[in-house]
């Protein structure tokens, strides 16, 4: 006999929004299963406001809008009994972020937490990460955002020290990222990381599952640092529109994913990670977890 919940997150980033909808397959002395029913994903760069002015723009707001009614006529679609909205470094620094938040609770009826950089890296070290860490190993965790990147430290299968840095992938493109703030992610990946031996890393975010995608390689392999650093050369020569029509290239991906891949292979370089894995998790995940073990 089985007992199947609905639960759904949504993920407001400072690239793009997303409904993750997940079956819960629950089953008398068995762990829970979280199988994806379905994931939307809208390409509203809240970053490009809200690093570049301050503030999430009218045009934005009105679109934000809009795509949460339709997540959550989705949810009822789907008869979803429980979700959770969360909103990152966009809506965190943003001075109109808090009053966006409100506002879609009174036009869309969703209720959006506006969650800390310490707290995003802690939900989303929480994902599913069984199948790729072995406990007698030690791994750094990136996970590069259009704002931030949060990085968790396992060891033994625990986390022994997690940070946020205010440098991710929309603030790259907009050169708002200094010098100072690359040193700091260098002093303190070295500084966890120097007690350890042979680390590997484990990257999320759509920026590395599309150089996944890209590798063809099955889910359980990892990708070496020179196939990284290769395909960093290889993104770098070409045009945004190359990108695009040679490898299939969403518009919204085609121009974020040369910064992002900056920062793993910065990670994998200071780490002395000569391998990265990559799992289908992020933040969703994270959060549809939180809820069901009662930790959001």
Request: glycine share 6%; net charge positive; hydrophobic share 40%.
């Amino acid at each position: 006999m089985i007992t199947i919940k609905k639960y759904a997150a949504i993920d407001i980033g400072s690239n793009a929004m997303r409904l993750l909808v997940t079956n819960i397959v629950e089953q008398k002395n068995c762990a829970p299963q979280f199988n994806k029913c379905a994931l939307v994903r809208v390409p509203i760069r809240l970053g490009q406001d809200a690093f570049t002015v301050g503030e999430i723009s009218e045009e934005n707001i009105e679109r934000m809008i809009d795509a949460m009614k339709a997540f959550k006529l989705l949810m009822k679609v789907h008869k979803v009994e429980k979700y959770h909205a969360c909103a990152t470094s966009a809506m965190r620094e943003a001075y109109n972020g808090k009053e966006i938040a409100d506002l879609i609770k009174k036009k869309a009826d969703i209720k959006i937490e506006i969650i800390e950089g310490k707290k995003e890296a802690a939900i989303v070290a929480a994902s599913d990460l069984n199948h790729f860490i072995n406990t007698d190993k030690t791994y750094l965790y990136v996970d590069v955002g259009g704002g931030s990147t949060e990085f968790s430290l396992f060891n033994k299968g625990v986390i022994i020290a997690s940070k946020s840095f205010k440098n991710g992938t929309v603030r790259l493109l907009n050169n708002m990222v200094s010098e100072i703030v690359w040193q700091e992610i260098e002093k303190w990946i070295k500084a966890v990381c120097e007690p350890f031996e042979d680390i590997n890393l484990i990257g999320t975010g759509g920026n590395i599952n599309k150089l996944f995608k890209l590798s063809g390689k099955n889910q359980e392999k990892p990708l070496s640092y020179m196939y990284v650093q290769a395909q960093y050369q290889k993104l770098n020569s070409m045009t945004y529109d190359e990108r695009i029509a040679n490898l299939g290239l969403n518009p919204d991906r085609a121009d974020v994913i040369i910064p992002a891949t900056r920062i793993y292979l910065n990670a994998m370089k200071w780490s002395g990670a000569r391998q990265i894995y990559v799992p289908k998790i992020g933040l969703s995940d994270g959060i549809v977890k939180a809820m069901y073990y009662g930790k959001m």
